[in-house]
């Protein structure tokens, strides 16, 4: 079976740092995703790791370890505007299917003043 | 101006009654996706396609079917609604399903099934 597993909330405070943990068990693994959603809107794109390591943009960072099923994004000098859910998302690659992704249930994550 | 966009946005409907919801992009993007999203459970995809005529099935197909006669559109179809299809329905595309090309979603679907 396919799991990934976030916290379900965060809280954190305005200028502060934030990390998101993300750890998967796939059948098949061909890159991580992380998606920003504001409530009510749609996803949009964050990072997208397929090599271990860290990708730096802007306030935002993601970590891959592919050896750890694990993933993070770092979120810096948090802004009230950060308020939001993250998606964690796994593209699976397996039996010649390379456009299977599979979702995390997301972190909400509240920016206190 | 870059888009994915459905059609309609807000849908109430009756058990039984076929409807489609369209999805179409002006990006020429090669990849398509559907996802449904649900409180507690996130988003899961229903169909992808990865180019013309190419489908296959997600997470969670039963119920749904989709085509892909054309590159920019991607209509995904409910042959016969039930109640637990009432949910928030994404469509998504990206530039290919090979690495580092991100993915860009339309505004969401919300269906109620009654």
């Known amino acids: 079976g396919q799991n990934i597993d976030q916290p379900t909330e965060m809280t954190a405070t305005e200028g502060a740092i934030v990390q998101i943990n993300c750890t998967y068990q796939?059948?098949?693994?061909?890159?991580l995703f992380w998606y920003q959603q504001h409530a009510g809107e749609a996803p949009t794109f964050l990072s997208y790791?397929?090599?271990?390591g860290l990708e730096e943009k802007g306030r935002f960072s993601s970590f891959l370890s592919r050896s750890k099923g694990y993933s993070y994004l770092l979120l810096k000098e948090l802004q009230m505007k950060d308020s939001a859910s993250y998606l964690c998302a796994v593209k699976l690659n397996y039996g010649g299917s390379q456009g299977n992704l599979i979702f995390g249930k997301g972190t909400k994550l509240s920016v206190k003043p | 101006e870059a888009q994915v966009t459905q059609n309609p946005r807000y849908l109430i409907t009756v058990t039984g009654k076929k409807l489609t919801v369209t999805c179409s992009q002006n990006m020429n993007h090669e990849y398509m996706s559907w996802y449904r999203q649900d409180p507690g459970l996130g988003l899961r995809q229903i169909y992808y396609?990865?180019?013309?005529?190419?489908?296959d099935k997600g997470d969670v197909p039963e119920g749904y079917k989709v085509s892909r006669k054309e590159k920019r559109n991607f209509p995904l179809i409910l042959e016969s609604p039930s109640p637990n299809q009432t949910s928030l329905y994404f469509c998504?595309?990206?530039?290919?399903?090979?690495?580092?090309?991100?993915?860009?979603f339309g505004p969401g679907t919300r269906l109620t099934v009654t």
């Open positions: 790791n397929v090599l271990d």
């Open positions: 998504a595309s990206s530039l290919s399903v090979g690495s580092f090309y991100e993915q860009y």
């Open positions: 396609s990865m180019n013309v005529e190419v489908t």
């Open positions: 796939t059948s098949g693994f061909n890159g």
